[in-house]
């Protein structure tokens, strides 16, 4: 992908690192000296002294530990990459990789790896691949005992070379079959409906009020370059089946891509401050709404209600969604305060061989109102100024019950078991034998989406004209020093 598209970048990482950077207040040459030969001082004496001797990678391995684990305080999003982690991550970026579309996962029983599910409209799915199937081989190379990792290694590749897998299916003669796929540009979709369609998964169902509904759902998982391109199918598909309104979910969704929060936000509003972007010598950036067509803004005769859902862990570029849709009053904001999240990261890469990154926290970004998001740099006079708070009237506790009914009910839209026709329906699972009475009865309760619901409530009563529109949040005059 183009280095310029990944200039910004907003997630909430899983790896962190400091590392030393000579820029624009870069110390005197001779104190960088000082710095570097320390760090040659302790692999000198880990060379020398050491109960064993380490190999290159071991001390390539050193080396980049020091760099992210000793620098750690610092900041925990920044981090250094090396040519592997860079690839990944551009790959993440991108919303696409090469292969075949097979989800993997470890059997515990045979040792080998396991089809969790093929991805719709990929090789592996359209070759007939089912979810439960055994991969016995690589090419030549048995997977019993083989990490996903490592497999992943072998079955990725660049689109349009060939990779052969041993599939074994129980019930099948032979239950071996070799079946060799060229490899693909396999997407991964950063946009998710109500549930699969079941006489074409590769697609989904977005009216989720019900059979001539009028309230369309769309759940972004992260903020990749496909996600604003995706939205906006999604949305013109809501209006071609008659949806009136749109629920955007935002929860769990850790961020990504900068400019594709900003181009979401530019999607439901004509005009107006998105977010406010400074660097570290005060300097500010003003993303905007530009002012021209709009897919999904308010018409006559058609408002467009919007309701946008969070939790803890929505972050980063999610924030800048939610907060500028709640402070322009484009949408009101329902479930749990967001995780608080507010700093831009820059990839800056590294000279020499092989390709290195930096991803470097550069600045802060400001809500619509002039509000702080970030959680760490909430003001000393306002602790509790930090991320997203859903509006008032619209908190929804969430337990931890909750969270995980939610996450397998989310698994269930999602699963695809294979492509219909081409591979056998799962085979029905035997009654359970009756156990004896407990004192505790389980919870059997078919699950109940709480805070969804009650952004459908206010968006059936916003269509009813039952309901106000959110009001804009007050601009906080400009202060010193934020």
Do not use: C
Not at 209 to 217: F, I, T
């Amino acid at each position: 992908m183009p280095r310029r598209n990944l200039g910004w970048l907003l997630m909430v990482p899983a790896l962190v690192f400091l590392g030393l950077a000579v820029g624009f207040s870069a110390p005197p040459p001779d104190r960088d000296y000082m710095l570097i030969r320390q760090v040659a001082n302790v692999l000198a004496e880990v060379d020398t002294n050491f109960v064993r001797e380490l190999k290159d990678d071991e001390r390539q391995k050193l080396v980049e530990d020091m760099i992210n684990g000793g620098l750690r305080e610092l900041d925990p999003h920044s981090e250094y990459m090396n040519a592997g982690k860079l690839a990944e991550f551009e790959t993440a970026s991108k919303g696409a990789f090469g292969g075949v579309g097979i989800s993997l996962a470890e059997d515990k029983t045979t040792k080998f790896l396991r089809v969790d599910h093929p991805m719709p409209e990929t090789p592996a799915y359209d070759a007939g691949i089912a979810a439960g199937d055994l991969i016995v081989k690589v090419g030549e190379a048995g997977t019993e005992g083989m990490k996903i990792d490592d497999a992943r290694k072998l079955i990725m590749g660049e689109p349009g070379s060939q990779v052969r897998l041993t599939i074994r299916r129980d019930g099948r003669q032979p239950a071996d079959q070799d079946v060799t796929l060229t490899r693909g540009q396999i997407t991964n979709h950063p946009v998710a409906g109500v549930k699969r369609r079941a006489d074409d998964p590769s697609k989904w169902d977005w009216i989720i009020d019900g059979p001539g509904g009028k309230v369309g759902y769309v759940r972004i998982l992260t903020f990749s370059e496909l996600t604003t391109k995706e939205l906006r199918t999604a949305l013109a598909e809501i209006e071609a089946a008659g949806g009136k309104g749109v629920v955007i979910d935002l929860r769990d969704d850790p961020g990504g891509l900068l400019n594709q929060a900003i181009d979401v936000v530019d999607t439901f509003i004509t005009d107006g401050k998105i977010v406010t972007t400074k660097d570290r010598r005060d300097g500010n950036r003003v993303f905007s709404a530009k002012a021209d067509d709009k897919d999904y803004v308010p018409a006559p005769g058609n408002p467009r209600p919007v309701a946008v859902l969070v939790n803890r862990n929505s972050a980063s570029a999610s924030e800048i969604v939610a907060a500028a849709l709640q402070d322009q009053g484009r949408a009101v904001v329902v479930g749990e305060r967001s995780f608080g999240k507010g700093s831009v990261q820059k990839l800056l890469q590294l000279p020499g061989e092989p390709q290195a990154a930096v991803k470097l926290t550069t600045e802060t970004y400001w809500r619509p109102n002039g509000k702080n998001i970030d959680r760490p740099r909430a003001p000393k006079d306002r602790p509790d100024e930090w991320g997203v708070s859903p509006d008032p009237g619209f908190e929804v506790p969430v337990t931890d019950e909750d969270r995980l009914k939610h996450f397998l009910h989310l698994r269930e839209t999602e699963f695809t078991h294979g492509k219909p026709g081409l591979v056998p329906p799962p085979k029905p699972k035997p009654p359970e034998p009756k156990a004896e009475p407990k004192a505790e009865k389980k919870d059997d309760k078919p699950f109940e989406d709480k805070v969804l619901n009650k952004a459908l409530d206010y968006l059936r009563d916003k269509l009813n004209g039952k309901a106000e529109a959110p009001r804009p949040a007050a601009v906080l005059p400009p202060r010193a020093g934020v």
